[in-house]
């Protein structure tokens, strides 16, 4: 089963992370499509992390990394439905002053 789901909206591409963590083990299989939606660039992309309850440095990595590589393109990331642990390292790690997590993917694409 995989661990992400792509989908696109209004022009938006949207990547949900299906897995309940983000994490060394998750992240080999959802680093490929972060790394094809990146390399794409100029596109905007929201990313879905509802179902994630848990995140380790690797997750983060790949957020972070996909914000950055997507900027440099002329693209943009929103994230949406940051709960839990993953919002508690986010504001931890102040990733929530640069991403500025939305509630629901809704939100986030009205963001754009």
């Not at 100029?42 to 995140?55: P, Q, T």
Request: charged letters at 25%.
């Amino acid at each position: 089963m995989p661990m992400y789901d792509l989908s696109e909206k209004g022009g938006v591409t949207i990547l949900r992370v299906s897995a309940d963590s983000l994490d060394a083990l998750t992240v080999p299989e959802v680093r490929p499509v972060v790394e094809l939606l990146a390399d794409r660039g100029g596109i905007k992309v929201v990313l879905d992390m509802s179902a994630v309850r848990l995140i380790d440095s690797s997750g983060v990595g790949v957020v972070v990394g996909l914000f950055k590589r997507l900027r440099a393109r002329g693209g943009a990331l929103r994230v949406a439905g940051v709960t839990a642990q993953p919002n508690e390292i986010f504001r931890l790690m102040m990733l929530d002053k640069v991403l500025s997590p939305f509630a629901t993917v809704d939100d986030a694409l009205r963001g754009f």
